[in-house]
């Protein structure tokens, strides 16, 4: 039940919506209350807000799981790369909770009871894991911060100056807070959650009252004296155009972060121009800043360039070029997890694996133009590990206070290049990326596809054509005996040969024992006297040589008569015995149908084969000319890690 009392200073009504706030501030004087049951005493005035461009306000409604909540605070908390806001939050159940809201990214987390002992602040480093709360927790930012402002209904006191010591964990899509502000710490568990997902209304652009604008600072820089714009509160950063230094907008005095550009220093010209504005992906977003990185490996620098885009509802995206290859790149919200205990391991998020691509241990930027919402400067460092799964990529950047993992996707150049109206033509890409699409993926899946489509229609023809050819039928079998010195010519019985047989095949086995024998076969169409000739030779040697054995030759053969036409036929044997050798020979004559032969069949698969076998082949050489990038480069055969 809401308690209402009146502000001691102004005379204002005061409403506590929720029991567990013994803190508001006045909304006409700011005064901060305190709650002694029906009395509210004062205890000092609250600093003002720092204007943001936050779409969310005090009274702003929503409604997470089903369950409708509200708005009725908010802290606002200051530390080295920005402001992010913590906004109190009042649900139907009389749950309260608190949505972070920083950089666009929003998180919903709980007051949570944990009866671990919390590790020391001082004892965690980023990356680092532990369990906690019957979870694995992966240290991702640890932050040294002050509370600067606050408003509405809080369950604490806040005030300008207050420390607030806080360690940020990751466990997949879960999210914790370790609040070291408080003794004992507080632990806050919860998940990150997306704008349109908590269906929020009654937001700033709708108030019915003018909505405050925020004035653009305009100044010129301190190192050459060229004008320099920072649209809101949230730009803590901006880099000169004309000279490359790097203001600090937060200062009243515009501190310079970082020196302008030495005369020898290259300065890179962005592709996309400082507000360009385009859509991507159907979102609008304008380029607000531009800046290049660079790396060193085995003695060679490698740099490529990062643009800051503004989206909609104070959302980020960023774009990446390198060697004219671009990827859209999104920060995740919920980043895979164990994230950080093996890099060069695989890594799966979202039910897809990645594997490892390069880790750079020191990624240094080094020129800044435009606006961006931390303290970035020239000669700041990072380490990136990459992960590829084409066409997306993950990357792990971290310091020693904060880790981050985003996700970029591919995109071609003339997509950018409409995307943002361009009158020129982009680059053509130089070389192959990390996660540059296969252009062999697609097209090997197709003829894959078309090849098994006609073997398995060759399949189905090969076997039509063996059934209806009715082969391997025997039609006759006669034994023959050959004699000596001189043998006349014999004649076989009599078979028939249906429409179906085309080819006849005729089988002699005999019992040569180290000899030989010439068979001259004619076949013979009883009816029309057709005939066709066939002389064989069979010669079978075998015996000992020095303890081992040997032979040569065959007591078998065969012989195929091809295109015969159905009818009533014989054979006649006209045989040749050795001289050397005059001995009888025993011989056994099969005559069988020839079925469908499998040499055209065999021929049609291999040519077939030809042309899964050329993409794969090209496939292959793409990803090998690929993975000749990354820390885990195909090695030649004839390489050798030892010197001579």
């Given at each position: 039940m809401a308690i209402t009392a009146s502000c001691p200073s102004c005379g204002a009504p005061v409403v506590f919506q929720s029991a567990s706030s013994v803190f508001a501030v006045c909304a006409y004087c700011s005064s901060t209350l305190v709650r002694h049951d029906q009395n509210l005493e004062d205890i000092g005035k609250m600093a003002a807000l720092v204007e943001d461009r936050s779409p969310l306000q005090l009274g702003t409604e929503g409604s997470y799981k089903g369950v409708h909540f509200a708005l009725i605070g908010r802290v606002q908390i200051k530390y080295e790369q920005g402001i992010w806001n913590e906004w109190h939050l009042l649900f139907d159940d009389m749950r309260t909770g608190w949505l972070s809201e920083a950089g666009g990214e929003y998180v919903l987390t709980f007051a949570q009871f944990v009866p671990d002992a919390l590790p020391p602040l001082?004892?965690?480093?980023?990356?680092?894991?532990?369990?906690?709360?019957?979870?694995?927790?992966?240290?991702?930012n640890i932050a040294q911060a002050e509370c600067i402002a606050?408003?509405?209904?809080?369950?604490?006191k806040v005030g300008a100056g207050y420390p607030v010591a806080a360690v940020d964990l990751?466990?997949?899509?879960?999210?914790?807070?370790?609040?070291?502000?408080?003794?004992?710490?507080?632990?806050?568990?919860?998940?990150?959650?997306?704008?349109?997902?908590?269906?929020?209304?009654?937001?700033?652009?709708?108030?019915?009252?003018?909505e405050k604008t925020v004035a653009a600072q305009v100044f010129r820089c301190p190192s050459c004296g060229s004008p320099m714009t920072a649209r809101s509160?949230?730009?803590?950063?901006?880099?000169?155009?004309?000279?490359?230094?790097?203001?600090?907008?937060?200062?009243?005095?515009?501190?310079?972060?970082?020196?302008?550009?030495?005369?020898?220093?290259?300065?890179?010209?962005?592709?996309?121009?400082?507000?360009?504005?385009?859509?991507?992906?159907?979102?609008p977003v304008e380029v607000i800043g531009f800046l290049?990185?660079?790396?060193?490996?085995?003695?060679?620098?490698?740099?490529?360039?990062?643009?800051?885009?503004?989206?909609?509802?104070?959302?980020?995206?960023?774009?990446?070029?390198?060697?004219?290859?671009?990827?859209?790149?999104?920060?995740?919200?919920?980043?895979?997890?164990?994230?950080?205990?093996?890099?060069?391991?695989?890594?799966?998020?979202?039910g897809q694996s990645f594997r490892h691509f390069t880790t750079t241990p020191s990624a240094e930027v080094i020129q800044v133009a435009g606006e961006f919402t931390w303290r970035v400067r020239r000669g700041e460092c990072n380490r990136v590990v990459d992960y590829v799964a084409p066409?997306?990529?993950?990357?792990?950047?971290?310091?020693?206070?904060?880790?981050?993992?985003?996700?970029?996707?591919?995109?071609?150049?003339?997509?950018?290049?409409?995307?943002?109206?361009?009158?020129?033509?982009?680059?053509?890409?130089?070389?192959?990326?990390?996660?540059?699409?296969?252009?062999?993926?697609?097209?090997?899946?197709?003829?894959?596809?078309?090849?098994?489509?006609?073997?398995?229609?060759?399949?189905?023809?090969?076997?039509?054509?063996?059934?209806l050819a009715g082969g391997g039928k025997l039609l006759l079998r006669q034994d023959f005996d050959f004699g000596a010195p001189a043998v006349d010519e014999l004649q076989s019985r009599e078979f028939v040969i249906d429409a179906r047989v085309r080819r006849l095949k005729v089988r002699n086995t005999t019992s040569l024992d180290n000899n030989w024998?010439?068979?001259?076969?004619?076949?013979?169409?009883?009816?029309?006297?057709?005939?066709?000739?066939?002389?064989?030779e069979l010669a079978y040697y075998y015996g000992n040589d020095g303890g081992e054995s040997w032979s040569e030759g065959n007591r078998q053969d065969e012989v195929v008569f091809p295109d015969i036409?159905?009818?009533?036929?014989?054979?006649?044997?006209?045989?040749?015995?050795?001289?050397?050798?005059?001995?009888?020979?025993?011989?056994?004559?099969?005559?069988?149908s020839v079925g469908a032969g499998w040499s055209n069949f065999v021929l049609l698969l291999i040519f077939l084969a030809i042309f899964p076998i050329f993409t794969r082949l090209r496939h292959a050489a793409f990803e090998v000319r690929r993975w000749a990038e990354s820390d885990h480069a195909p090695v030649a055969a004839d390489d050798s890690g030892d010197d001579d």
């Open positions: 001082d004892a965690l480093k980023i990356g680092q894991r532990f369990v906690l709360a019957s979870q694995t927790w992966t240290v991702s606050g408003q509405g209904e809080l369950p604490f990751r466990n997949g899509a879960n999210f914790a807070t370790l609040d070291y502000s408080e003794t004992p710490p507080l632990m806050f568990i919860g998940e990150a959650v997306e704008f349109a997902a908590l269906r929020l209304s009654n937001l700033r652009q709708g108030m019915g009252s003018p509160p949230e730009i803590l950063a901006v880099g000169c155009v004309a000279c490359g230094a790097v203001v600090d907008t937060a200062d009243r005095n515009y501190q310079v972060l970082s020196k302008a550009l030495g005369s020898r220093d290259e300065k890179y010209v962005p592709r996309l121009a400082l507000g360009s504005q385009g859509k991507l992906d159907g979102r290049v990185k660079q790396c060193v490996s085995a003695g060679i620098f490698y740099d490529w360039r990062e643009y800051l885009l503004a989206g909609e509802n104070g959302t980020y995206r960023w774009l990446t070029e390198y060697n004219g290859h671009w990827n859209v790149a999104d920060v995740l919200s919920s980043p895979p997890t164990g994230s950080g205990a093996m890099e060069l391991t695989d890594v799966r998020w979202n066409p997306l990529l993950l990357s792990r950047e971290s310091t020693d206070s904060d880790l981050n993992w985003s996700q970029g996707v591919y995109v071609e150049p003339a997509e950018i290049a409409a995307a943002f109206a361009l009158k020129n033509a982009l680059p053509e890409p130089i070389g192959i990326f990390a996660n540059q699409p296969n252009p062999w993926e697609e097209t090997h899946r197709r003829v894959c596809r078309l090849f098994w489509r006609l073997a398995v229609l060759a399949v189905v023809a090969q076997a039509l054509f063996m059934l024998i010439g068979l001259n076969l004619t076949l013979v169409d009883k009816n029309s006297g057709n005939a066709w000739p066939a002389s064989r036409p159905p009818g009533t036929y014989y054979l006649t044997v006209d045989p040749d015995l050795a001289p050397e050798k005059p001995v009888p020979v025993h011989d056994r004559m099969e005559v069988m």
